[in-house]
């Protein structure tokens, strides 16, 4: 039963993740704020995953997301292209987790 609920929230916040960085490619004063909450909801995923050593597959494309969201957080990146990268790296750990 852990495990399933472990699956559950990591698939939760790989949610969260998308909704925020999706708003945050909109672009606006908020951008920097969605991006920084998309980054705390991957680091909550990882460490569900990784604590119970659990998709390592998908640990590894979140981990990928995650450097992609930093990336776009910083003021001479390029959000819209790294989040883009970083929803394809999610949609990607989200499927395999699922399988």
């Known amino acids: 039963m852990a495990v399933f609920l472990r699956v ?3 698939l939760e916040n ?3 993740a998308i909704a925020f960085q999706v708003s945050a490619q909109a672009g606006g ?3 920097s704020g969605l991006i920084e909450d998309s980054i705390a909801e ?8 990784d604590g ?12 990928q997301a995650r450097d992609l969201a930093r990336v776009a957080s910083e ?5 819209s292209f790294f989040l883009a990268e970083a929803i394809r790296k999610e949609e990607a750990a989200r499927a395999r987790i699922i399988q």
């Open 8 to 10: 559950l929230n990591a």
């Open 75 to 79: 003021p001479e990146g390029v959000p």
């Open 52 to 63: 119970a050593r659990l998709h390592s597959d998908a640990v590894r494309l979140l981990q």
């Open 14 to 16: 790989i949610r969260s």
């Open 42 to 49: 991957l680091e909550d995923a990882l460490q569900v995953l």
């Open 29 to 31: 004063p908020a951008a």
